[in-house]
């Protein structure tokens, strides 16, 4: 072999090891900046009934991570069916969940994902405020004509409170019109602005059969017919109320 070929297979022999060199390098390098994780598994259940709440979805975000974050980490998830859900190989670190769902809410909890592991929690959603929406999809009907309204809302009552009251015509015209004769009932009256003077016809109490799985209702409420005149229309769901106007 001549001394030309010699250097020639020493040069490919030492690009060879340099390129080994590199490799083992760069398998250490991804070794030791490989990124921690763990899991987190949980369960959603209703206080008020102590049945699963479904379709309501979970935040984790980082509070507290190790020095491979480069940006904020938020992760999302929705319950299942069975209110079960689960966040599957994130980033261990610190984090704070927070529950997000209709007519429900949970404090925001810090959890702590470590290496390697499935943490296990469970979560007990309080119901939130009642709430209540009469729609009236027309105000006006001709006597003997069966009004109907729909009562949207969140409450723990099983029942509907409906009070049918009867609005002075003479009292109307007194306050200068309707508009002014009813303005006082929206906010429950003062010395200055007092209620209509008003006569109740008729209360009516309606079970709340149309409930989803976090329990909000949408009911359809049929009244008997009514003769001629300006009504107000009170409906309670236990401390939630609203009010409409029919004639």
Not at 200 to 206: H, K
């Amino acid at each position: 072999m001549s001394s030309v070929q010699r250097a020639a297979a020493y040069s490919r022999a030492l690009g060879l090891a340099a390129a080994i060199i590199v490799c083992v390098c760069l398998m250490a390098l991804g070794i030791t900046q490989e990124v921690p994780r763990g899991s987190l598994s949980g369960h959603l259940t209703m206080l008020e009934s102590g049945k699963p709440l479904a379709k309501a979805r979970f935040t984790l975000t980082a509070t507290m991570l190790g020095a491979h974050d480069e940006s904020t980490q938020i992760y999302t998830v929705r319950t299942d069916a069975d209110g079960a859900f689960n966040f599957r190989h994130i980033q261990a670190g610190q984090y704070e969940l927070e529950l997000s769902a209709k007519h429900h809410e949970a404090e925001k909890t810090i959890i702590s994902i470590a290496e390697g592991k499935t943490d296990e929690i469970k979560v007990i959603a309080e119901p939130s405020e009642p709430s209540l929406k009469l729609y009236a999809s027309q105000h006006v009907f001709m006597p003997g004509e069966q009004p109907k309204l729909e009562a949207h809302g969140f409450a723990l009552s099983d029942h509907l409170e409906v009070g049918i009251y009867k609005l002075d015509s003479e009292g109307i015209a007194r306050q200068m019109g309707l508009q002014n004769a009813l303005e006082p009932l929206r906010d429950g009256g003062s010395e200055t602005r007092p209620l209509p003077k008003m006569s109740l016809v008729r209360t009516d109490n309606l079970k709340i059969q149309n409930r989803d799985a976090e329990g909000a209702f949408v009911e359809m409420m049929k009244l008997d017919p009514l003769t001629d005149g300006f009504y107000y229309v009170r409906c309670t769901a236990g401390d939630a109320k609203d009010l409409a106007f029919l004639n």
